[in-house]
């Protein structure tokens, strides 16, 4: 499974992106999902994760309440709703995915397929 992250770019704080997540060539309905991030020098860490049926949603502390992680299965295709973007927002982002029923990991060593990762810049 090869995964294509999108929806990057740059964004004044307190804006808005929307990142998708699209795999090829296979479906991502039996998968978990998860969003991960890295700013130069540091490691990557870890967004948002979602369940194969959306039931199961994690948030790291720092993007509650302001990112929405969802799916939709019909178009095969995960997102990242990103609000109120902070300067510390600032990374490339990397989608991933594993299968697997009614997991949503939070570490990355849990997910076997990336993306290329899409670079959110975000000015104040």
């Known amino acids: 499974v090869q995964l294509q992250a999108s929806g990057g770019g740059s964004v004044r704080a307190w804006g808005s992106l929307r990142l998708s997540c699209i795999p090829s060539p296979r479906t991502l309905t039996q998968y978990a999902a998860g969003w991960f991030r890295q700013e130069p020098g540091k490691e990557r860490e870890f967004v948002s994760s979602i369940s194969w049926n959306g039931s199961r949603r994690n948030y790291a502390y720092p993007v509650k309440g302001r990112f929405i992680i969802s799916r939709d299965n019909a178009k095969n295709t995960v997102y990242l709703q990103m609000n109120s973007l902070r300067r510390e927002d600032t990374a490339v982002y990397y989608c991933?995915?594993?299968?697997?029923?009614?997991?949503?990991?939070?570490?990355?060593?849990?997910?076997?397929?990336w993306g290329q990762g899409t670079l959110v810049t975000v000015s104040s």
């Open positions: 991933a995915a594993d299968y697997g029923f009614g997991r949503a990991g939070q570490s990355s060593n849990e997910y076997t397929y």
